[in-house]
């Protein structure tokens, strides 16, 4: 399996090269080369490397040594990650930038896991972003072991994610209950009216953008693909395309319901010529609006995602069951349903 070649350089000295090849039925041939001065050296290393070779794994390790956290990383965004939303890449990417990138997967340990893990909190980051880390770490190395044959030690990373959870390190992020009050969406109201007034053919009109997501519960990327020719008026429904789901998002094609007062604001946009979306915009743009609003109107820690809670909300509150509030919302189970349902007593209807 190794052979050892006496080599003259130079200078007239002699150099010795070891050269193990193994070529095994049903597997990949593996080859590797090493280069000592001295006979000794290269005979000592050839049969340490033989007989590392011939544990079981010990080829499939070899041939992905020298490959990173960081290849891996890489490589699951090109392949896995195409129709992965900007928050997930963006974390994975961060990740990219970190120390852990550099680990080769074959040596991970449960001790650098910690270690990234530590040094995420000791720079202000809460347990709930370090969560996200781990979780997507997690995901990748089970990716790389299942579809690529890398042998990453998936021993080594639970252990560490068990203490990580332990000591408080890690954690699930709470649900979000935060809901805008009236008055908050009295003041984003009259600045989009202001802005409105200003530049009239130049402003996505967030104050009906802003309306409809209330009144249909729409998804701000959502809100931007629903078209004229997916609309129903007859029975105020429509179709939304590539509705977000846990595992499949393209061709995930669903109808929902459309309220009276969703289906108000749809009436009243202009239809372009050429354009079959309802609400031709920028899902970005939107985005970049929204913040700005809320920073103008002194609102804190208000996201354009709230508006969803606060209208799977307003339709428990005007009396809906949870099977007709699926309908609008197109929640996948009662269960993630329920995180959405942060109701005002006040409100509540008396039946």
């Not at 991970?108 to 270690?115: D, F, H, Y």
């Not at 690529?148 to 209950?177: V, Y």
């Not at 919302?329 to 008396?350: A, C, F, G, I, N």
């Amino acid at each position: 399996m190794a052979t050892i070649r006496k080599r003259r350089r130079k200078d007239g000295s002699f150099s010795y090269l070891v050269q193990i090849r193994i070529a095994r039925r049903g597997q990949p041939e593996h080859s590797e080369s090493r280069t000592f001065p001295k006979k000794a050296m290269a005979e000592e290393w050839a049969k340490r490397r033989e007989l590392e070779l011939m544990q079981p794994g010990g080829v499939l390790t070899a041939k992905w040594r020298g490959v990173t956290l960081g290849d891996a990383f890489v490589r699951y965004l090109h392949v896995f990650a195409q129709g992965a939303g900007r928050s997930k890449r963006a974390t994975i990417q961060q990740m990219g930038r970190f120390p852990i990138a550099r680990v080769q997967i074959t040596e991970l340990t449960s001790e650098q896991v910690i270690e990234h893990a530590v040094m995420r909190r000791n720079s202000g980051v809460l347990p709930q972003t370090i969560n996200q880390d781990i979780v997507w770490l997690g995901i990748i190395l089970k990716t790389a072991v299942a579809a690529w044959k890398m042998p990453a030690d998936l021993g080594e990373f639970e252990s560490a994610k068990l203490l990580l959870r332990s000591k408080g390190l890690i954690a699930k992020a709470e649900a979000r209950a935060r809901r805008p009050s009236a008055q908050e969406i009295d003041s984003l109201r009259a600045y989009f009216q202001r802005s409105q007034r200003i530049r009239p053919s130049a402003i996505i009109p967030m104050e009906d953008i802003m309306d409809f997501a209330i009144a249909s519960s729409r998804r701000q990327e959502e809100i931007t693909r629903l078209t004229w020719s997916d609309l129903d008026r007859e029975s105020m429904t429509c179709w939304v395309r590539d509705a977000k789901h846990p595992r499949r998002k393209l061709g995930n094609h669903k109808r929902f319901k459309l309220t009276r007062e969703a289906m108000a604001i749809i009436q009243r946009q202009p239809r372009l010529q050429g354009e079959d979306r309802i609400f031709p915009y920028n899902s970005k743009s939107i985005g970049t609006r929204w913040r700005a609003a809320t920073a103008a109107c002194g609102i804190e820690d208000l996201r354009f995602h709230d508006l969803r809670h606060e209208a799977t909300s307003r339709l428990f509150e005007a009396g809906y069951e949870i099977v007709e509030v699926q309908q609008f919302t197109l929640h996948e189970s009662w269960d993630v349903l329920k995180r959405y349902t942060h109701l005002r007593p006040q409100d509540l209807v008396l039946k």
